[in-house]
């Protein structure tokens, strides 16, 4: 038999296609050029999967599922499958084949292109990633080396070999931490390793290969993939003006757009990316007509605007428009100006509005300071140095006198006095108010078993044993920044967050012996060899906040599951680093890579006195998850999504990676769902 590789044993032929050539080689086949048997007789390109990687199941189901995948799409930017097939025991898709090269030829050829051809090439491949995304999509590997060009020089986008089909994903095609794609044009949540990845990732792959398109280089180079994926991560884009300065700045903006390291902050969608490419496609000529005309229409309304009210003024007999010469000492000059400004803002002349038609009676001095829009007469101000303010009402008079003082500004006027708030929400309470009888106040249900604790106490023991810790009051930076060392898209943005009330956290999380002291039927899901003071596991969402719940009613205070602000801010304790302690991982300060959980408390307190936040067990929260939850959190006391699938889980657990420990790392699981790395840890609001 004769064969086109030698080392593959690959031959010839395969089935009714007779192999020309090879094309180029890849990490998971090869790329020959070939010619189908009459009747077709036509000139094809076979993708043969390599051998070695056809023995393993997974690799042959995601071969299939590319051609299966591509074999939705119709556009004339995409290329067409032909057939799937097996011959002399070798896998090919049979597609169209495209005889003009590839954008990485190309480059390398010429380095950079003019920025018309570029923005043209990427035009075509959105509108390909448009069919694609609407079919749900994701292709995962956007490159040059996947844009391919007809004899014409139309572009045609190749390959879904790593594509994602969001409809019928199989997740077992792609696991947690596999990194998918080319390095040097991967989003910064490919590099992450996440599989959580959606159309706006191929709207990053693609504007960073515009921006190798647009400057001759990628944004980030090196030789060792690790290190390009770090700088993905971490470090921000270069700006292409840099490298090219010859750039329009629409241009800059729209590649800059598109490589946000959030995804919120991109393009939310293809066709955004498609309309933003068009619009820097316009000759500058036509933008610069555009800017004209829109600067043109805001002139003919001001102008409109002004007539208009000349016009009325005229009509009903009111002051015409004064200058500040004119009219300084007046009621109309002195009036609150109204700016005569278009919908946009645009600063203008300003029209002051007719006086009033009854007589002020004569002002009398105020006790409080004036409003912000003062329209009542106020008294002289007899401060020698008193400054006049912006906008003043001056007395009416009958006869020319003494220009009296103004009042000073009122912005600089004194406040009311208002007390100041504590710095904690610790209200300070006057001595026990004196009773006639000194008898003590009756107990409706004594709890002989709960000691006493004094308001605002540091720590307290309730009826079960638990010991909660004190968290007041305050704010904090929620998420990580983009630097972190395992950081996640979902930890994005990072922003403030404040806490307006203190409450209580149970320093540890909660036991076997204090969740059967609940539900005692609970002791049979114990992990093995685990004792009454290891975390409880196997418990779901519902299973913790029914403790809550009847914790509740036992002592009748308010026990419930932290929010996920909460639980960050009281992991975090006052720093701002990956663990409390610090950037990286300490054995001796959290339980994570072992083979089963440990006692509550054999681990170091974080120093707000809490134990096995990082690490033992993950820990239910209140909050439902919502990934994009961040862009939108509000400031004040947040609380999650309104609705969802899966509650928010914080901490890491025993036996997994350090970095699902970090104080940032955010995590979801259903409601339902039991599992022996699953507690919890209870919060109890207000000072009991």
Not at 244 to 269: D, G, H, I, W
Not at 522 to 537: F, I, M, T
Request: charge should be neutral; aromatic fraction near 6%.
């Amino acid at each position: 038999m004769e064969y086109i590789d030698e080392e593959l044993k690959l031959p010839r032929r395969l089935g009714k296609y007779r192999i020309v050539r090879v094309i180029k080689r890849g990490g998971m086949g090869i790329v020959c050029e070939a010619q189908e048997d009459p009747p077709l007789d036509r000139r094809v390109a076979l993708k043969v999967l390599l051998p070695d990687l056809a023995l393993h199941q997974r690799n042959l189901d995601r071969f299939i599922r590319e051609a299966r995948l591509a074999a939705k799409l119709r556009s004339p930017y995409s290329v067409a499958i032909h057939e799937v097939g097996r011959a002399e025991d070798f896998n090919y898709i049979a597609m169209g084949y495209i005889a003009g090269g590839d954008l990485a030829g190309i480059l390398r050829k010429e380095g950079r292109i003019s920025e018309p051809r570029a923005l043209n090439i990427a035009l075509s491949v959105a509108k390909a990633l448009k069919e694609a995304h609407g079919h749900g999509i994701v292709h995962r590997d956007i490159k040059p080396d996947n844009i391919l060009f007809t004899n014409d020089g139309t572009p045609k986008l190749a390959d879904l070999g790593v594509a994602k089909d969001l409809v019928g994903f199989d997740p077992s095609l792609t696991q947690e931490g596999e990194t998918i794609g080319t390095p040097y044009y991967m989003s910064p949540e490919q590099a992450h390793g996440h599989t959580a990845v959606d159309h706006r990732s191929d709207i990053y792959s693609l504007g960073a290969t515009l921006y190798h398109m647009l400057v001759g280089g990628v944004p980030f180079e090196g030789q060792e993939g690790s290190k390009i994926l770090a700088r993905i991560m971490v470090e921000p884009v270069p700006r292409p003006k840099k490298k090219n300065p010859r750039l329009s700045s629409p241009t800059c903006r729209l590649v800059e757009k598109m490589m946000a390291k959030e995804p919120s902050a991109r393009y939310q969608s293809i066709e955004d990316v498609i309309a933003a490419i068009e619009h820097c496609l316009q000759p500058t000529a036509q933008r610069h007509a555009a800017a004209v005309r829109w600067v043109a229409g805001v002139i003919t309304s001001l102008a409109v605007c002004l007539i208009a009210s000349l016009i009325w003024q005229w009509l009903t007999g009111r002051p015409r428009m004064s200058t500040p010469e004119e009219g300084s000492d007046s009621p109309a000059a002195a009036t609150a100006s109204i700016s005569a400004v278009d919908a946009q803002g645009t600063d203008t002349t300003t029209v002051s509005p007719p006086p009033r038609t009854e007589t002020p009676e004569t002002p009398e001095p105020q006790p409080t300071p004036p409003k912000a829009a003062p329209a009542t007469p106020q008294p002289v101000d007899k401060t020698p140095d008193a400054k006049t303010p912006a906008v003043a009402i001056a007395p009416k008079v009958p006869t020319p006198a003494p220009k009296p003082e103004p009042p000073a500004t009122p912005t600089v006027a004194p406040p009311v006095p208002k007390p100041e708030p504590p710095a904690t929400p610790t209200v300070t309470t006057p001595e026990p108010k004196p009773k006639p009888e000194p008898t003590p106040e009756p107990q409706p249900k004594p709890k002989p078993e709960t000691p006493a604790a004094p308001k605002d106490a540091k720590e307290i023991v309730n009826s079960i044993g638990m010991k909660l810790m004190r968290i007041d009051a305050g704010s904090f930076s929620m998420g990580s920044p983009y630097d972190e060392v395992g950081r996640i898209a979902e930890e994005g943005p990072q922003h403030e967050v404040a806490l307006s009330e203190p409450f209580y956290m149970s320093a540890h999380e909660v036991t076997n012996a204090q969740f059967e002291t609940f539900r005692p039927d609970h002791k049979s899901q114990r992990l093995a060899g685990n004792g009454d003071n290891h975390p409880v596991v196997n418990v779901t969402w519902d299973d913790a906040a029914a403790f809550c719940r009847w914790l509740s009613e036992k002592e009748g205070r308010p026990y419930r599951l932290p929010t996920e602000a909460e639980w960050e801010y009281a992991c975090r304790a006052g720093t701002a680093t990956a663990y409390y302690w610090g950037n990286k991982i300490d054995s001796n300060k959290a339980h994570v890579v072992a083979e089963s959980a440990s006692p509550v408390g054999a681990y170091p307190a974080n120093p707000w006195g809490l134990h096995d936040m990082h690490g033992n067990v993950w820990e239910w929260c209140a909050d439902w998850y919502d990934e994009s939850y961040y862009t939108v959190s509000p400031h004040d006391n947040p609380k999650g999504g309104v609705t969802g699938e899966k509650r928010v889980v914080r901490g890491g657990s025993w036996g997994l990676k350090p970095l699902y420990a970090r104080s940032a790392f955010r995590y979801r699981a259903p409601v339902d769902l039991v599992n022996e790395r699953f507690g919890f840890r209870v919060c109890l609001d207000s000072t009991p």
